[in-house]
T-cell receptor, first 111, second 112 residues
Framework: QKEVEQNSGPLSVPEGAIASLNCTYS??????FFWYRQYSGKSPELIMF????GDKEDGRFTAQLNKASQYVSLLIRDSQPSDSATYLC???????????FGTGTSLTVIP | DAGVIQSPRHEVTEMGQEVTLRCKPI?????LFWYRQTMMRGLELLIY????????DSGMPEDRFSAKMPNASFSTLKIQPSEPRDSAVYFC??????????FGSGTRLTVV
């Protein structure tokens, strides 16, 4: 079992809709969770992080964490074509500095 | 802050040649990571350093790969000899403990 799993997609949503990206992780002791956005040909860019159960909102983005279910998600409200990218979930295990990255979900927002 | 700086941005080399990739982390960050990204395998961690000391190099594919961090502001990843299967985008990232990584722009390596 991989440490972090994501649905690779592709996920397509119409402009203005809510995009929902999901991620599960295997190490129950993990404490820190991150979402990165990667445009084609560019490097990953940190867009959200969450440490506590519940929701964390930043503009159109909401990260949701459920430690009991070992599940973290990213919601993008009012999706825009500029949100079209690959979204990577990263989890920091309880020991060590390195993150475990998922393989990413490709999102396309259709105008 | 200039962010994580990698050089070169692109490298095309012939099989068997030595390749050296360079990285300058963000000042004050205490961890540095080298990743390789391909379509087939996604992001793979090759090696990471904490306070300039290599902590985990289990991701280094074979002895042809080596990495150094002689000081807090510079790291290199060397491939000798290079092979076509090494073609990928190589990212360097740095962070402060417990914080998210900041990635450099990457080096696109093509070995022909």
């Amino acid at each position: 079992q991989k440490e972090v799993e994501q649905n690779s997609g592709p996920l397509s949503v119409p402009e203005g809709a809510i995009a929902s990206l999901n991620c599960t992780y295997s190490d129950r002791g993990s404490q820190s969770f991150f979402w990165y956005r990667q445009y084609s040909g560019k490097s990953p860019e940190l867009i959200m992080f969450i440490y506590s159960n519940g929701d964390k909102e930043d503009g159109r983005f909401t990260a949701q964490l459920n430690k009991a279910s070992q599940y973290v998600s990213l919601l993008i409200r009012d999706s825009q074509p500029s949100d079209s990218a690959t979204y990577l979930c990263a989890v920091e295990p309880p020991l060590g500095n390195q993150f475990y990255f998922g393989t990413g979900t490709s999102l396309t927002v259709i105008p | 802050d200039a962010g994580v700086i990698q050089s070169p941005r692109h490298e095309v080399t012939e099989m068997g040649q030595e390749v050296t990739l360079r990285c300058k982390p963000i000042s004050g960050h205490n961890s540095l990571f080298w990743y390789r990204q391909t379509m087939m395998r996604g992001l793979e961690l090759l090696i990471y350093f904490n306070n300039n000391v290599p902590i985990d190099d289990s991701g280094m594919p074979e002895d042809r790969f080596s990495a150094k961090m002689p000081n807090a502001s510079f790291s290199t990843l060397k491939i000798q000899p290079s092979e076509p299967r090494d073609s990928a985008v190589y990212f360097c990232a740095s962070s402060w403990t417990g914080q998210g990584y900041t990635f450099g722009s990457g080096t696109r390596l093509t070995v022909v």
